[in-house]
């Protein structure tokens, strides 16, 4: 079976099934069916508590893998042989492995953020009702899909942004935490902005557009010119096969450049004559690599092609390409070739990441285009997004974590997000309980900093979006997921939408004091507080028997 197919039928990667999960899930899920708590009605959240990368924002995605994941969950007679083996479940009572056996997601609602939405703390990116048992055994395996796709696309989009509208590929699988997250950075960072990828895998699983040029073997397994002499290419010009070194030859203007690197980009050329890019820095940039490209370039001109461009990886990336433009304006003037060299592109890679490409924004270069790896694959600012999975209500109950750290103070309850707006440009999300209403067009809200009772305001939104939708109800997924293509326009259009300060790459916030605010509605606070004094009364009540 195909990997298109497979991929079609379940999760991309054939490791997402219910085994992919941490022990203590399964031992929880054990407690809870000996002390009959297995089905109790549930509600879980999904959300994280800081944005990375000290940013103001953060991508949501991995929707897609989680509903394909969903949709297939069964535990196979294989991996219930495999559970009742293990030292930890071998003296288990029969029954729930039967139990195991039979469970499906048939009673499982999931509402959740579209894919690609731009979320902020605290606000579950995807929320999920049903049996305790159940919604506790998917916990692991859904934050695995998140984290990661999320951290990624995130890191993505602000490589994007500091790159200001030059064109950002991605490079980046051998250097990738194994196939899959090299693939998934592929797919991910796709959806944040990237415009192709290195990756093959990627590129026929994803139908992401694949780019490549070549490597410095490629330019180093040449020798000679003589590797290259009987070299032929169709001459669109005169309709016939010519051998292609003579007319290199022609437009070289100077024997010292190198002549194995000549011969690797003639070689190339022949091969590729309608997107030859060719790297430019094996031996010297300036005075061979970008000379001989331009060589080449006439001789493809003549026979009617258009040379593609160069790739640089080594040295002052902005200075190198600025120098390299000056040669190929140069090489205009003196041949009189109509501007030949105008669209060249000029890609630079080499180590790139998000503080170089800030920097590279705010000087003069002449870069076409951001060859990027290393940095955008493993996350290297930053290696995790840091998702929780948290229980707030349990039979009609709202639960809550209780923390000396105000960050990790679980707001409880069933709960809706909102987006307010004001002049159709973002305002502040809005968490209300359940059973409000959602927030009326044109009519004042209260909203309240959860923990801080002094911080609260009153606006008036133009337009408020539920934030969580049904995705996914009785077995079934609701509605399909926005492809690829879809969440990466999503994703530009909120870019665009959303204030600089909030999608300003170079400021490093403060946690404590997000520019973008997430607060709760007056009856969610006082719900909040109610149930925390409550609470801490009773833990003093019993502290002092």
């Known amino acids: 079976m195909s990997t298109t197919a497979k991929a079609n039928e379940g999760p991309t990667n054939p490791l997402v099934t219910p085994m992919l999960t941490d022990l203590y899930q399964i031992t929880m899920a054990y407690a809870y069916w000996k002390s009959g708590k297995v089905n109790e009605d549930s509600v879980f959240e999904l959300f994280f508590r800081k944005n990375p990368f000290k940013g103001e924002f953060t991508l949501f995605c991995g929707l897609d893998e989680i509903l394909k994941f969903l949709k297939v969950f069964r535990f196979t007679k294989d991996d219930i042989e495999y559970l009742k083996k293990t030292p930890a479940l071998k003296n288990s009572d029969a029954g729930f492995f039967d139990y195991l056996l039979k469970l499906d997601t048939s009673a499982l609602k999931v509402r959740a953020l579209q894919e690609g939405s731009v979320v902020f703390p605290r606000i579950p990116m995807i929320i999920l009702e049903g049996p305790l048992g159940l919604c506790q055994l998917i916990e692991t395996t859904l934050l695995n899909l998140v984290n990661f796709s999320s951290l990624v ?3 993505a989009t602000r490589m994007v942004l500091a790159a200001q509208k030059v064109a950002c590929i991605e490079f980046g699988l051998r250097r990738a935490q194994g196939p899959d997250g090299g693939c998934s950075a592929s797919k991910y960072s796709y959806v944040g902005g990237f415009v192709g990828t290195s990756n093959i895998q990627a590129g026929k699983m994803h139908g992401i557009p694949v780019i490549g040029t070549h490597a410095h073997a490629f330019v180093q397994a040449f020798t000679s010119l003589e590797d290259v002499e009987e070299l032929e290419l169709l001459n669109k010009e005169s309709g016939n096969t010519e ?39 094996t031996y010297d940039t300036l005075r061979s690599g970008v000379p001989n490209f331009i060589s080449v370039a006439l001789a493809l001109d003549d026979f009617g092609y258009k040379a593609n461009g160069i790739r640089l990886d080594s040295g002052d ?3 190198l390409s600025v120098q390299c433009k000056k040669l190929f304006t140069d090489s205009d003037k003196e041949t ?3 501007n030949l060299f105008d669209n060249v592109k000029i890609v630079a890679s080499d180590g790139i990441n998000e503080k170089m490409l800030n920097k590279l924004s705010k000087t003069k270069h002449n870069i076409t285009g951001y060859g990027i790896g290393t940095n955008l694959v493993t ?15 349990c039979k009609g109950k709202a639960r809550m974590k209780f923390s000396q750290d105000a960050i990790k103070i ?19 999300d809005y968490i209300a309980l359940a059973e409000e209403n959602m927030p009326e067009i044109g009519q004042p809200i209260i909203c309240c900093n959860p923990f801080v009772k002094e ?18 109800d009785k077995g079934e997924c609701i509605k399909p997921t926005l492809s690829l293509v879809e969440s990466r326009k999503y994703v530009k259009s909120q870019m665009e939408n959303f204030p600089s300060e909030i999608t300003d790459f170079t400021r490093e916030s403060d946690p404590k004091n997000y520019l973008y605010s997430v607060m709760v509605s007056e009856k969610l606070y006082n719900f909040l507080h109610e149930l925390w004094k409550a609470e801490n009364e009773k833990n003093w009540s019993e502290n002092q028997k």
């Open 336 to 338: 009189n070739r109509h």
């Open 317 to 319: 990336l902005g200075e």
């Open 379 to 393: 996350c290297q600012a930053q290696p995790a997004l840091g998702c929780v999975y948290k229980l707030v209500e």
């Open 410 to 428: 679980l707001i409880p309850g069933r709960k809706t997000a909102y987006r307010l707006y004001e002049d159709d440009k973002p305002l502040l």
């Open 153 to 155: 696309a995130t890191n």
């Open 455 to 472: 911080d609260r305001k009153t606006c008036t939104p133009s337009k408020a979006d539920c934030l969580q939708n049904i995705v996914f």
């Open 243 to 281: 051998k292609f070194l003579p007319h290199v030859l022609k437009h070289r203007k100077s024997e010292a450049t190198n002549d194995s690197e000549l011969a690797a980009f003639i070689s190339y050329a022949c091969a590729f004559p309608d997107t030859c890019l060719c790297l430019a820095d």
